[in-house]
């Protein structure tokens, strides 16, 4: 009897109207702003760990801007998500800001920009260098250092203005602080914004006062130079940045190199070297390779300058086939900045390996020009004219000089090298860079009779140099200045008329490269070889008869251009290596995804579902979605607020569907605990209506023995799947609604689902997330089940996460329509998929209903089934 008594009270109290209406109608609004602004941040939460799982799994190109960018408003959206559930439930959840703060630590521990290297030595002479101290010198200087000092080579006299210093370049006038923030707020994959960053910055560093005991420094260690080469001497600036000549970059090109420089000109000019840490290709250099700005930096060489009678390049294998192991040599007369920059092929020598080595090849170009060193007028260009044009730059007994000191340097370090040198006034040998060699992978090329069909137009041009092997096609795009850089389209041919190395930061994007002048040893041809993209150098004054836009397909390992896409070579022949896929990068992306993205709170109706245990940013989403959901439900009946307490949707007969709503949701004011179906005004709610009864349900499939055992099983061994479990939402489907948003937490039988939808006029702000879990059969049914399901969502254009028998599917940012469409077929599956998993061992079974869905949802789409009466 005190049953029955109390259970009437309660009754008489829900029905008595709350004491201060006006006050909760506006506490209400103010629950469901926090509510709407949890739901935005949650949103944005999942679209930033999409985009960075996608970037994980290989689908862009990215750097550490993108990647504490996106960390960072990751941080701010899960932040608000949890601020806004402390607004909805003050103090419930006391464990949940400081777990966020702790998973936040974990993350910001592993985004921290890395530690500076040992020694703060802002100057180190080459005599007391070599590779141990690669981390202060950069490798192009520790490795001078080598050759002089442990292989007794002849390398220039000099210094090295050390990592430190461009340390404490930075940390002046706060350079560091500026430059960070300027970078995060650039998109580096849009070569307009890469272009005006880099100009600003290399502004920045220019013009910074330097440091003054770094212009001590610099004047000791000239002084000491001076001294060490009888007298004042003009030097040369190259860069040595910390990570250039790696094994895993060679940087070939992309940082600045100044000749001929005067005593007085020695601080300004390290400035500018300094600050080609921050040219366009070297950022988009570090940006294709997944490199780290804050594990770099930019030491800077100073050596005497070598004024020399010739010089080039020396590959002790074939750079564009490791399978010859003769040694490659390009030469040129003067400076052997014209073969590394592109200006042209230069004389080429192939000499065997064995010692003594022997001249095997030998090609002796007409050289048109030279470059050489004046003491009042710099670095000069003089034609050449008469018998010295063509005459080769070297001996046959120079050659073998050359090919000795590579071999060398190949033994010394293990590994194939790519070694600059020079032959001075003196005639002496002098070695003036030395760095690892990676040839082209084999393969990348197939012969002239290999393309199918065996026939091929006829070719538009025909001949020059191929500087990095393979095949691709496009349209052809001129490139001379910036601003026909800034239009370049991804998939094009890059023209040039020089290959000069500014033009990598466009390498990656080609399909393929032709160059009316340089050859294999110019640092653009060695950057696209580390690409792995196809390049045709040297092809002279004929390469103007390509116009720009016209489509053809470039051969360079058959050195010739055809027109059109030739079957066979216009997919990019060159299998292109990943270049991010081992990169500083890339580790740090897949250590921070470890603390965002993994799901572990699965079960809302589990004890364990609670804050103190979330592993990721992931989880906290999850419990700040599912809990904001409940307590929005809870308001009406706590606060006795009928208005705003969940009603039964009465559709025919009293239904266990449950209505909230939330602002708009209703087309009128209803009174009592019911709804009917006209009552509602939410688009979504009716979308997902229509689809789950415009196609009346056959009712369960017929199960095997097999099937009905392993249901049976599974009900008695899994106490999660009870339909028994103590939580009013158990047995119940909620909606909470507003004119344009739906949220739905279902449950069919053993099945669990949540559908949320917001589809306004505003494109970019709607979405559709549908997830979907549980099953009555055994996990391999229920896998089964949720790949069925999960394919028919991704035929009709939702993205998709699949864990287990998890199933999470999202459509965004797409029009009014599109979304509502989307909806109904979310509505059809929660209602005709149920108690499929029993019947997913047939084969049978499972292609009939795949037809029929498929069948019914093409139906549902062109408007042909109409809801049941």
């Given at each position: 009897m005190a049953g029955w008594w109390q259970k009437l009270r309660r009754l008489v109290r829900e029905d008595e109207p709350p004491a201060d209406e006006a006050g909760l109608s506006e506490?209400?609004?103010?629950?469901?702003?926090?509510?709407?602004?949890?739901?935005?941040?949650?949103?944005?939460?999942?679209?930033?760990?999409?985009?960075?799982?996608?970037?994980?799994?290989?689908?862009?190109?990215?750097?550490?801007?993108?990647?504490?960018?996106?960390?960072?408003?990751?941080?701010?959206?899960?932040f608000t998500m949890a601020s806004q559930l402390e607004r909805l439930a003050p103090g419930k959840y006391p464990g949940l800001l400081p777990r966020l703060k702790q998973i936040q630590n974990r993350l910001e521990d592993i985004l921290a920009p890395a530690e500076a290297p040992d020694g703060d030595d802002l100057v180190l002479p080459l005599a007391g260098l070599d590779q141990r101290r690669a981390d202060e010198a950069g490798a192009k200087m520790a490795n001078l250092g080598e050759m002089r000092n442990r292989l007794g080579l002849r390398v220039p006299p000099g210094f090295v203005i050390t990592a430190a210093a461009w340390r404490l370049l930075l940390e002046s006038s706060r350079l560091g602080e500026e430059i960070w923030r300027l970078q995060q707020a650039a998109d580096m994959e849009n070569a307009a914004e890469l272009f005006t960053l880099s100009s600003r910055l290399r502004q920045l560093i220019v013009q910074a006062p330097l440091p003054p005991a770094l212009e001590e420094a610099l004047e000791r260690a000239y002084a000491s130079l001076a001294q060490e080469a009888g007298g004042p001497v003009r030097v040369s600036l190259r860069s040595s940045a910390i990570g250039e000549d790696s094994a895993e970059a060679s940087f070939a090109g992309q940082y600045a190199t100044q000749l001929n420089v005067a005593p007085e000109f020695l601080a300004s000019t390290y400035q500018e070297v300094a600050a080609s840490f921050f040219n366009p290709q070297a950022m988009h250099y570090r940006l294709m390779r997944g490199l780290r700005d804050d594990q770099l930096a930019m030491a800077v060489g100073c050596l005497a300058m070598v004024g020399g009678v010739s010089g080039g390049v020396a590959y002790s294998v074939n750079p564009l086939d490791p399978a010859d192991r003769s040694v490659h040599l390009t030469a040129a007369w003067g400076l052997p900045r014209m073969v590394v920059d592109g200006e042209a092929a230069g004389d080429r020598f192939v000499l065997s390996r064995e010692e003594p080595p022997g001249v095997l090849v030998r090609v002796v170009e007409d050289k048109q020009s030279e470059l050489v060193c004046r003491a009042e007028e710099g670095v000069c260009r003089l034609e050449l004219t008469g018998e010295r044009a063509g005459q080769p730059c070297l001996s046959d007994e120079q050659a073998v000089e050359v090919a000795r000191a590579a071999l060398e340097l190949e033994a010394h370090y293990g590994a194939p090298q790519d070694v600059e040198w020079a032959y001075d006034q003196q005639g002496r040998l002098v070695l003036l860079q030395c760095r690892p060699l990676r040839p082209a992978e084999s393969g990348h090329a197939a012969p002239a009779s290999a393309t199918p069909g065996g026939s091929r137009p006829e070719p538009l041009l025909g001949g020059g140099v191929t500087a990095s092997p393979g095949s691709g096609a496009g349209p052809v795009h001129w490139v001379a200045k910036d601003a026909d850089a800034l239009t370049f389209p991804p998939g094009a041919v890059l023209a040039l008329s020089r290959p000069s190395p500014r033009w990598a930061v466009l390498a990656g994007k080609a399909s393929a490269l032709v160059s009316a002048r340089g050859g294999a040893a110019g640092h653009l041809a060695t950057v696209c070889r580390e690409y792995g993209v196809p390049a045709l150098f040297s092809l002279g004054p004929d390469l103007e008869r390509l116009e720009q836009g016209a489509e053809v397909t470039v051969d360079a390992s058959g050195r010739a251009v055809y027109p059109g896409r030739v079957e066979g070579l216009d997919s990019g022949g060159t299998d292109r290596p990943g270049l991010l896929a081992h990169s500083p990068v890339r580790r740090l992306l897949g250590s921070a995804l470890e603390v965002i993205v993994p799901l572990t709170l699965l079960d809302p109706d589990s004890t364990e579902f609670e804050p103190q245990r979330a592993q990721s940013l992931h989880d906290i989403t999850r419990f700040c979605h599912e809990k904001s959901v409940k307590e929005m439900f809870a308001f009406g009946k706590e606060h006795r607020f009928p208005r705003r307490a969940a009603k039964q949707l009465y559709y025919k007969v009293p239904m266990q569907w449950w209505v909230l709503d939330l602002e708009d949701g209703l087309a009128h004011e209803v009174s009592g605990k019911y709804v009917k179906l006209e009552d509602i005004a939410c688009t979504p709610m009716l979308a997902v209506w229509e689809g789950m009864t415009a196609i009346p349900w056959e009712g369960p499939p017929a199960m095997s023995g097999r099937g009905l055992a392993s249901v049976l099983f599974e009900a008695t061994a899994n106490p999660n799947l009870t339909t028994g479990v103590k939580t009013r939402y158990a047995n119940r489907n909620y909606f909470m609604i507003a004119r344009h948003f739906m949220n739905l937490q279902s449950r069919f039988g053993f099945h669990f689902c949540a559908v949320e939808a917001l589809a306004g006029p505003r494109r970019r702000e709607n979405y559709l997330s549908f997830s979907f879990k549980g099953g009555a059969a055994d996990s391999a049914r229920r896998l089964a089940r949720v790949r069925f399901v999960g394919e028919i969502l991704q035929a009709r254009g939702f993205a998709l996460e699949m864990s287990e028998d998890n199933l999470r599917a999202r459509v965004e940012r797409a029009a009014q329509e599109s979304i509502l469409d989307a909806v109904k077929v979310v509505g059809y599956l929660l209602m005709h998929t149920r108690q499929l998993d029993m019947v997913m061992a047939d084969p049978r079974s499972v292609a009939y209903y795949r037809e029929k869905i498929e069948k019914d949802l093409d139906r549902l789409a062109a408007g042909e089934a109409a809801p049941a009466a």
């Open positions: 506490e209400f609004k103010a629950r469901y702003l926090s509510f709407r602004k949890l739901l935005a941040a949650n949103n944005k939460a999942l679209e930033l760990m999409a985009e960075m799982e996608a970037a994980a799994g290989g689908g862009r190109v990215f750097g550490m801007s993108f990647l504490r960018a996106r960390a960072t408003a990751l941080g701010v959206s899960v």
